[in-house]
Structure formats: C-alpha cells, structure tokens
C-alpha cells in the first residue's frame, strides 16, 4: 500500500515547524515516530497536502523535572519513556502502561506526544495522561498555551491542538507514593485496548484515600470514571473495591464493532477497574 | 522529491525519492535488498524489521525521508565475508523456521533482544517477539534458537 502523495517538510526548530503549519492550514498535518500517521497514510484515510516532519527537533525529546511536576518532550518514545528513571520514579503508571503499547519496533518509533495528539480512545495513553491529570503544551503562531488533559481530547481522533499548533510537551504532576496499574484487555499481545483501565491509587491508613480511574476505549475520547473514583474513596479492602468498581461504567458511551458490544464493554470497564485497583493496592 | 544519504548493508547510497516512499519499498525496489520482505503493510507482522540507526524498526512504518543520514541494516547485512552471525547459525541449526517469510524480521528482532537482554528467559524472547508474526506458528523453534543463540542450553523436549 502506497500512501497518497504530499509535501515534505523537515523543520529543525519549534517555531520553524510551527510556521509551516501556519502556511499549510487546515491541509497540513505533523508527523512525529509515524506509528500513528503511516498507517492512515498507507490506508489512504488522510490526504494531507504537507507532513511536516518534527523529528529532528531535539529540544522536542526528553524528560525533565520543573518543581513538582514531570515534564516530558513530546517527542520522546515509548521506548525511551519506559526506561527513564525520572518517569519510573515520579509516573510509574505511565511507564507500566506504554510497555503495553503494540511492540518494540513500534515502540522504538512511537512517542508520547504522537499517540496523545492522535487521540484514538483506544490508545493506551490518553487514558493514562487523564488520570495522572496531566497538562499538554501546544506551540502555536502566538506563543504557547497550556491545555489539561480533561480538555484535550474533543472527540474520536480529534484532539484541541489548532491545525497550526504542535504538542511540544506533556507535563504531569509527580505521584510519587501512589500505586498504579493498567488493566488491558486485548485479542493479541499487539492488539489495541477492547477495554483498558488505568488505575492510579493514594492509600492511607490502610484504606484508600483517592483514586484516579482512565478508562481506555469507552467512548469517543478517554474517560475518567468519576463515580467508581468517589465510591472508592475509603475503600478499604477486597470485598468494597469490587463494590466500587460496579460504578465504573457510569457515564460511558462505549462502541460497537467486531470485538465487543456496548454492554460487554461496560462489563469489561467493570471486571477491569477491580483487577486494577486489586493489583495496583496489592490487596487482590 | 527529496535527496537523501542512506548508508544499508555497509555500503552509501545516494537517492532523490518521493517524499511517500517507505523505507520497505525503498529498500526493495530500489536498492534490490529483497531479503526484507514485505508481509501484512499494516505494521502488524514485523516482516519487515529492519535495524535503523541501532533499533528495530518495521521498514512498512517508516518513510525512506526519514531514514535521511541514518544508517540501516537488513538481515543482509548481518553475516560477515559470508559467514553468518551465531544467531542465523541458530535459526538454522534449530529449525526456527517453516516458510521462512518471517525469519527475516525474527532474526532482526531477536537481534535487539540480544543486544539489551544477553541472557533472556523464554517468556523475555516471547515479549520481545510480539510484534513479529510466524504464520505456520513454528514459534517454539524460534524461540529455542533464540535462546540457543543467547549461550543457553535448551532441552529440546522441554516446552521452549
């Protein structure tokens, strides 16, 4: 499968890049690691008239401490985001979760910027981003804005970045003491989320005190399930997070399609938040 | 059109290429390196694993722009003055393959794996495998002459 033909453009700094993208308007589209944009090229479901390639912007890559928030450049793979120390130590779900992403090939390519702004709700990360309660730095013509995770993904594959902005970094705050899991079902190792959770949990006393829920492919953008989020709140063992975990469907609106129907969706968001909160808490 | 510089196999090449051009197609109909074939173009089988600038990539998944200055290696360049590497050795010796279509992006894979994992478990050559599929299934070879490679003696009647 060949991929329609376009313009190639390989800016070597954030404000050339963005410049292009100003130029380009609604017709021109980024490509980071490719594991996202290639194979809607091949597939031909985008026709962009000009990829601006942002692969060689270095400032674009690594990850950074800013106070109490870790800062990761929005062009640093997956491969690099698994096993950097500072990402390991201050967002250990983040790096759980992407060693889950498709492969090491893909994952040697893909970065974190890339998969976010793709905003495919079966992505891994978006979810992840959400509960971590992350912020996204988009350059633009007029300088740079933050925009929260909560706010980012709009809708299915479409994110909040202005055709002429560009994911420069991903900033999430340090969670240092809290437990994590990423409860994925899938068809194969490689395949994408039918459902995930991602479970990010603060304990005390024995019991939990606050819990960040992301669900993965429940609806046309990542989702935050709030009112499993609440009833865990105070948990405090087995038999209450299962409770809890009933709610986690709430407020969802999963698709149809050739793996799974709605309700068992919502039943797999369901199994998935116990397993994952179990796992995370150590009390399963 | 857009010139590139790619070094593959050892050996510098030159090119103007259309900006759409996969490194996998690039390889094959340009430079005649047809030991990296191409399976599903859907990035899902790894096939088409190359080695790009010291990593595995899937060629399917990459623009031949993209390879600009890199240096990249196919299974055709892994034997020395026609002498293969232990790993191919271990391909051969064990059986690792059945059609041997994907031998070219396991032996690429199982290569990275090598590098950062000298001593992989079995479960370890599996993980790092996922993305490379064998359609007759003659997984268990495979992994046995990873494992092999890797120094480790298998017990050929043990589940690998």
């Excluded at chain 2, 259309?18 to 990035?43: N, V």
């Amino acid at each position: 499968m060949i991929p329609p033909a376009f313009e190639y453009a390989r800016p070597t700094s954030v404000d050339e890049a963005v410049r292009a993208l100003a130029d380009a308007g609604e017709e021109g589209k980024v490509l980071a690691g490719g594991q996202s944009l290639l194979p809607l090229l091949r597939l031909r479901l985008a026709f962009p008239e000009l990829v601006v390639d942002v692969g060689r912007i270095p400032e674009l890559r690594g990850v950074r401490e800013d106070g109490d928030t870790l800062v990761i450049g929005a062009l640093t793979t997956h491969h690099d985001v698994i096993r950097d120390p500072l990402v390991r130590r201050h967002a250990g779900l983040l790096a759980a979760a992407t060693a889950t992403v498709a492969d090491p090939a893909v994952r040697h390519r893909g970065t974190l910027g890339g998969s976010l702004a793709h905003a495919d709700p079966a992505g891994d990360l978006p979810a992840v981003v959400l509960a971590l309660d992350g912020e996204l730095v988009a350059a633009g013509p007029h300088g740079r804005r933050t925009i929260p995770a909560r706010d980012f993904f709009v809708d299915y594959l479409q994110s909040a970045l202005a055709p002429d902005e560009l994911l420069v970094e991903v900033r999430v705050p340090k969670r240092d003491g809290w437990s994590f899991h990423y409860e994925k079902f899938h068809r194969t190792a490689q395949a994408w989320a039918i459902v995930g959770v991602a479970a990010l949990v603060r304990r005390a006393d024995g019991h939990i005190a606050e819990a960040h829920i992301g669900l993965t492919n429940m609806g046309a953008t990542p989702l935050r399930a709030t009112a499993a989020e609440e009833a865990l709140s105070g948990a405090d063992g087995p038999q209450a997070v299962a409770r809890a975990a009933e709610a986690a469907a709430e407020g969802t609106r999963p698709s149809q399609d050739l793996s799974a129907s709605p309700e068992y969706r919502e039943h797999l968001a369901r199994v998935l938040t116990k397993r994952a909160v179990l796992t995370a808490t150590g009390m399963g | 059109m857009t010139h590139i510089k790619v070094n593959v196999d050892g050996t510098a090449y030159e090119d103007d290429v259309e900006p759409r051009l996969l490194l996998a197609h690039y390889l094959r109909d340009r430079l005649g390196l047809t030991g990296t074939p191409i399976g599903c173009d859907t990035s899902n089988c790894g096939a088409c694993t190359v080695d790009l600038d010291g990593t595995t990539v899937k060629s399917c998944s990459v623009l031949a722009v993209q390879a600009d200055g890199g240096e990249v290696t196919t299974v055709q360049g892994l034997a020395k003055d026609g002498e293969w590497t232990a790993l191919q050795h271990s391909f051969h010796e064990r059986h690792g393959l059945q059609c041997g279509y994907c031998t070219p992006g396991m032996i690429m894979a199982a290569r990275d794996l090598l590098r950062e994992n000298p001593h992989p478990t079995s479960d370890e050559v599996r993980q790092a495998l996922e993305g490379n599929l064998c359609r007759c299934t003659g997984y268990q070879n495979i992994v046995r002459a990873v494992l092999a490679a890797s120094g480790q003696q298998v017990a050929e009647e043990a589940p690998a």
